[in-house]
C-alpha cells in the first residue's frame, strides 16, 4: 500500500528565507507525486506534480520539488519565502487512487 | 466557470440527525471524490465515483452514503451524525485520466459540526 510521510507538522521561516518542506513516499510502483497548497478557508490546489518526466518539477509561485527515488523523497522547496506563501502544503501520492500526508503548516514571518 | 461547488459551507447538527452535503461541478468531469479533513491526519477519501450510477468506498466510508445519478452532482449523506464525523469535508473532481494520476479538483470545503 502506499503512503506518504511529511517530516514537521509545523515549518517557520523568515520572509526572503529558503522553503523547504519534507515529504516521503512509499509506493510498490513508480508513482505520480504531487505537492498541494490550502490557503486558509479555501480547498485545495495543485502545486506540482511529478510523472516521471524529469526529476526536478517547476510549479507555480516559485515553488520546485526533486524526486529522488534512491531517498524516496519528494522535497518542496523555494528559494525565498514571501508572506503569502503561508498555508498548509499537502504531499500526495497516486497509484490510481490519491493518498495525501498529513500536511505542513508553513508560517512565514516580517 | 464556477468549477467545484459545495453547499453548505457551515452547519451544526446534533447526535442522530441526518444531512446531505451537495456537491456540484460544471466541467464535465467524471471522477468525483468526497474527502474529510481532519487536524493531523491529512484528507482521507470517504467514497467516488467514476462516472453516473457508478460509486465505490475509500477509506473511510462507514455513516456515509453516496450516490451518483448525473455527471454534476455528487451528494453526500450522513444518516444518522456522530460528533466523530465532525470535521471539514471537500469535495474533488477530475476528467478520468486525471483521476488516475491524482490531479483533482477541489471545492472550497464545507465545515461541518456534531454536537
Known amino acids: 500500500a502506499q503512503s506518504v510521510t511529511q517530516l514537521g507538522s509545523h515549518v517557520s521561516v523568515s520572509e526572503g528565507a529558503l522553503v523547504l518542506l519534507r515529504c516521503n513516499y512509499s509506493?510498490?510502483?513508480?508513482?505520480?507525486l504531487f505537492w498541494y497548497v490550502q490557503y486558509p478557508n479555501q480547498g485545495l490546489q495543485l502545486l506540482l506534480k511529478y510523472t516521471s518526466a524529469a526529476t526536478l518539477v517547476k510549479g507555480i509561485n516559485g515553488f520546485e520539488a526533486e524526486f529522488k527515488k534512491s531517498e524516496t523523497s519528494f522535497h518542496l522547496t523555494k528559494p525565498s519565502a514571501h508572506m503569502s506563501d503561508a498555508a498548509e502544503y499537502f504531499c500526495?501520492?497516486?497509484?490510481?487512487?490519491?493518498?495525501f500526508g498529513q500536511g505542513t503548516i508553513l508560517t512565514v514571518h516580517p | 466557470n464556477a468549477g467545484v461547488t459545495q453547499t453548505p459551507k457551515f452547519q451544526v447538527l446534533k447526535t442522530g440527525q441526518s444531512m446531505t452535503l451537495q456537491c456540484a461541478q460544471d466541467?464535465?468531469?467524471?471522477?468525483m471524490s468526497w474527502y474529510r479533513q481532519d487536524p493531523g491526519m491529512g484528507l482521507r477519501l470517504i467514497h467516488y465515483?467514476?462516472?453516473?450510477?457508478?460509486?465505490d468506498q475509500g477509506e473511510v466510508p462507514n455513516g456515509y452514503n453516496v450516490s451518483r445519478s448525473t455527471t454534476e452532482d455528487f451528494p453526500l449523506r450522513l444518516l444518522s451524525a456522530a460528533p466523530s464525523q465532525t470535521s471539514v469535508y471537500f469535495c474533488a473532481s477530475s476528467y478520468q485520466g486525471q483521476a488516475i494520476t491524482g490531479e483533482l479538483f477541489f471545492g472550497e470545503g464545507s465545515r461541518l459540526t456534531v454536537l
Open positions: 500526495a501520492v497516486s497509484d490510481g487512487k490519491l493518498t
Open positions: 509506493s510498490s510502483v513508480p508513482p505520480y
Open positions: 466541467m464535465n468531469h467524471e471522477y
Open positions: 465515483s467514476v462516472g453516473a450510477g457508478i460509486t
